[in-house]
């Protein structure tokens, strides 16, 4: 079977800056981020706490929170641009053409209103369905999400179900106009690591079903190699690695990527240690200026102190790092 | 839920009757009830049989029982003073009491809640910022005073409304209304505004700090990127998940306005019962005095179990658990 190529992306991010103003000066977020989202791809996206991820999330579907804005970049949408839309209209992509799940399923939902009730709200906000129509799509996404039973459980309220079933409703509702992309801010980080696996089976074939596309955001490389086509690694607001998630797990060419992978244990691979990356992520207002991870890489140039490194291809993957440099570059 | 009715049922029961017995108190240790009741000359021989002809010599269980069953039956006895029975006193001066606080509630509940999902959207927002300013005026300013200035200016300088009374009224049955006429209705203005006016920066400040509360809410969150209207967020999901604090306060405050209706009917001559207790102090007249505290006590209670009622009403997790969990996956 050949996969079909698709020429044009349908989520594509071209430049992206994120600021924060404060008292103090202006706080960069995410600094100059460019990526593509092909159409059913999941590209994972993963870093440390603070590294611009979920932030990135939130600027495409437009719920950056203030003080936070977008200083700079283009996302476009199927050919859209949809960064600098008014309100109402970019209201209307999400939930229709955007879907979004968050961490915590047990925050997620509203807790006075039953798991029915929120379901075909987000329905009829979307599709042209009356009542009986838009119940009977809610019965049918709880079935599809894997919900034993349903037909009775669709009445219950958000306290009655447990975490993972929670997580799995969260999805339906994603899921509920049948959007094209759904941005999945770690979801399955506050999930048992048993119940993590079945949501991410869970996503992955429903993706696949739909033909949906995900942008799958967290901190677990594990998560990414299970389920993403491509990865892209982040560092203080910037990629520093992005590929084919085969590639940069086997052949981790950025330093960082490099600690990432060592830092997690292997069955069967007996080591004494595990590797760590020494030090922390710089707080945004202490970012050094060349490449950001420099005063933690055992690799560190004089170049690295001052000229900050930019994309470029090696091999399948593309990697922000001057190790790469080509001679004459 | 039955069980828990009867519970409360059993608490309010108890509650009365420890009203019942302050009130009964009133009778034995203020003053001798004799002396109120005769004149200087009668002789000691005719106190002494009147003395026992109303029981009085009877021993403290006995004369108590008495006085909670009379009670019960809705029989406060006779009013020193005015030498007819306290209920018919109560029958004519609670209708205006009674529509005087309600009035104003309401009017507190219509305007404050609005005004705090305003403030609260709007946390920033010039008007929401003269809202807060002013509802300070609201909650600094004592009752008296607020009453007083409006008198001043809306009574006496502007001469538009009427400054004591209640104006033309109408009587359907035993109760009279002022709701019906037009004079009824202007004298009713000045002093629910009075009473009204701190209940309802009450309810502003507490909605607005409770949907601010809110606002940050993952559910709050999601169901934003599930492109819900603005309206089905902030005046669905968020104000219903403000509402049981509110209901708490605003049941509180009802039965505060009922009693503390003293000062804005003094102030407006309001034929109310709180202008009929405030004379019965002046008179030492007793059994005024213990029917009001009895009938007030009552209102709380009753008021106390609908609020308790509605908590059920507005949130799922209260009502009895129909099989939660379902286990993990």
Redesign the interface.
């Known amino acids: 079977m050949l996969k079909k190529v698709e020429t044009s992306p349908l989520l594509s991010v071209r430049n992206l800056r994120i600021e924060f103003p404060t008292r103090r000066g202006t706080l960069v977020a995410v600094d100059d981020i460019s990526f593509d989202i092909a159409p059913g791809e999941i590209l994972g996206v993963v870093g440390e706490s603070g590294a611009g991820k979920s932030l990135t999330g939130a600027a495409i579907i437009g719920l950056l929170e203030p003080p936070g804005r977008i200083a700079q970049g283009e996302i476009t949408l199927e050919g859209q641009r949809i960064d600098n839309l008014p309100y109402e209209e970019i209201r209307r992509i999400r939930g229709r053409r955007i879907g979004a799940i968050f961490q915590d399923p047990l925050t997620s939902l509203n807790p006075l209103y039953s798991v029915s009730r929120q379901l075909v709200e987000t329905i009829q906000t979307h599709l042209p369905l009356n009542d009986k129509e838009a119940r009977a799509r809610a019965l049918e996404l709880l079935d599809e999400v894997g919900i034993p039973g349903a037909g009775e459980r669709i009445d219950h309220y958000p306290h009655q179900f447990s975490g993972g079933m929670r997580q799995r409703v969260v999805i339906a509702l994603a899921l509920c106009a049948e959007p094209r992309l759904i941005i999945a801010d770690e979801p399955t980080t506050a999930l048992d690591v048993s119940i993590q696996a079945q949501i991410i089976t869970l996503l992955k074939r429903l993706c696949h079903d739909h033909g949906t596309a995900v942008m799958l955001v967290t901190h677990d490389m594990g998560v990414i190699a299970e389920a993403a086509d491509r990865v892209a690694v982040m560092y203080s607001g910037r990629i520093a690695e992005i590929g084919p998630v085969q590639e940069v797990v086997r052949a981790a060419k950025h330093p960082y990527t490099h600690g990432l992978m060592g830092s997690i244990p292997h069955i069967g691979h007996h080591v004494d240690q595990l590797t760590q990356i020494e030090g922390s992520m710089p707080r945004l207002q202490e970012i050094p200026p060349g490449c950001p991870f420099n005063p933690r890489c055992e690799e560190a140039t004089d170049r690295c102190r001052v000229e900050r490194p930019n994309l470029q291809s090696v091999n399948a993957t593309e990697v922000a790092c001057h190790l790469f440099d080509k001679a004459g570059a | 839920m039955f069980a828990f009715i009867i519970r409360r049922l059993l608490q309010s029961v108890l509650v009365m009757l420890t009203v019942a017995l302050i009130a009964f108190g009133l009778f034995r240790f203020v003053g001798d009830p004799i002396n109120n009741l005769v004149g200087q000359d009668t002789t000691l021989q005719d106190r002494e049989k009147l003395r026992e002809t109303l029981g009085l010599n009877d021993s403290f269980i006995v004369q108590f029982g008495r006085y909670v069953i009379n009670t019960a039956k809705g029989d406060f006895g006779y009013s020193y003073m005015h030498r007819r029975p306290v209920k018919d006193m109560l029958v004519e001066r609670m209708p205006a009491t009674l529509e005087l606080s309600i009035i104003s509630v309401l009017m507190a509940l219509f305007i404050g809640v609005p005004m705090g999902v305003y403030t609260g959207l709007h946390r920033n927002g010039l008007l929401a910022k003269i809202f807060m300013s002013m509802s300070l005026i609201g909650i600094s300013l004592p009752t008296f005073l607020i009453g007083i200035m409006l008198i001043l200016l809306f009574g006496v300088m502007l001469r538009w409304l009427p400054t004591f009374g209640r104006g033309e009224v109408v009587a359907l049955g035993t109760w009279t209304t002022g709701l019906l006429t037009v004079s009824g209705l202007k004298a009713l203005i000045m002093p629910s505004i009075t009473l009204a006016l701190f209940q309802m920066t009450l309810i502003m400040r507490l909605v607005r700090s409770e949907m601010l509360e809110v606002l940050r809410?993952?559910?709050i969150?999601?169901?934003?990127?599930?492109?819900?209207?603005?309206r089905?967020v902030n005046f669905?999901?968020a104000l219903?998940?403000t509402l049981v604090p509110v209901i708490t306060i605003t049941g509180l405050q009802l039965g505060s306005v009922i009693a503390f209706a003293i000062i804005t009917e003094s102030v407006f001559q309001w034929p109310g019962m709180g202008k009929m207790f405030i004379e019965a102090v002046a008179d030492v007249d007793i059994p005024v005095m213990a029917a009001y505290l009895c009938l007030i006590a009552l209102f709380f209670v009753v008021i106390n179990l609908v609020v308790d009622l509605l908590y059920y009403a507005?949130?799922?997790?209260l009502r009895i658990?129909?099989?939660?969990?379902?286990?993990?996956?």
């Open positions: 809410t993952d559910y969150k999601f169901a934003r990127a599930r492109g819900l209207s603005n089905a669905g999901h219903k998940n507005v949130d799922p997790r658990d129909q099989g939660a969990g379902g286990g993990h996956g």
